[in-house]
């Protein structure tokens, strides 16, 4: 994968599989020691896209790290756990972040794990209260979606999920099984930063599903209506008075963080 954007490239299926067996892993070790993570990230959307998660290494989105979304009242249950399934925890990282997030190495097998605690805080920040307990094993699917669609800088990779994530999944107001469009809407409602981005990038999908190769043009149909309807349900949610005053000052002034990639 030399030269490749991260999260690209060609990776053979026994690297995926090394990826894929870890995390099952440690999802069983936190089962049985009642320590509740979420998967998040690549290997989440390959999880809950049973039917299009082939799409990720047809396209060439690779697998680079094992990332959960947890609660910090189990910070220690963590740590411990991570240490007694042979990794070394970057303690600089935990404390930079006032304890937001863990980072965990194993680099003899080339393994690297990142917990995010209690929100995942990038360009915009999604929040976990009560939100873990609704899915499994991996966070619910609105905020699988919002994960990706709040990067400013969209990588490919970050596409080639969301892609697989509305081929498989209808939209709905409920969470099962289903992309809870409602939260989503919601959520960008209530802060117009997080609207603008969101909606920027829904559009970055829609025109770009239709370059992929991998794609049938009836996935591609499929996309453009998905994005279509979410966008649709997004405008129609009544927005806050907060939004709407943000809304005048426009891209004026910069609507999201900035984000410094932990190595």
Known sequence: ????????????????????NELKRILKASEDKGILMRV??????????????????AMG???????????????KQVT?????LGYKENREVFIVSEGERAIFDKPEAGLHVDVFYEKLDFCHAIYWKDRLEVDSPTIPLAELLLEKMQIVQINEKDIIDTIMLLLEHPLGDIDHEVINIKRVAAIC???????????????????LAHHYPQ??????AK?????????????????????????????????????????
Not at 226 to 254: C, F, H, N, Y
Request: proline content about 2%; aromatic content about 10%; hydrophobic content about 35%.
């Open 215 to 220: 794609l049938s043009d009836e996935h591609k």
């Open 61 to 75: 989105r690779a697998y680079t790290d094992i990332d959960f979304g947890a609660y910090s009242k189990q910070t």
């Open 1 to 20: 994968m030399t030269n490749s954007p991260i999260g690209m490239g060609e990776q053979g299926q026994a690297e995926r599989e090394k990826f894929e």
């Open 189 to 207: 409602a209530a802060d117009w930063g997080f609207w603008r981005t969101v909606t920027m990038n829904l559009e970055k999908v829609r025109a």
């Open 40 to 57: 998040i990230g690549s290997l989440a959307f390959q999880m809950h896209c049973p039917q299009f998660g082939h799409l990720q290494a």
């Open 223 to 263: 996309v453009e209506q998905q994005v279509k309807d979410a966008m649709t349900r997004i405008e129609a949610e009544p927005k806050s008075m907060g939004w709407k005053l943000r809304a005048r000052v426009g891209d004026r002034v910069k609507w999201y963080k900035d984000v410094d990639e932990v190595g």
């Open 80 to 84: 411990d756990m991570m240490t007694a």
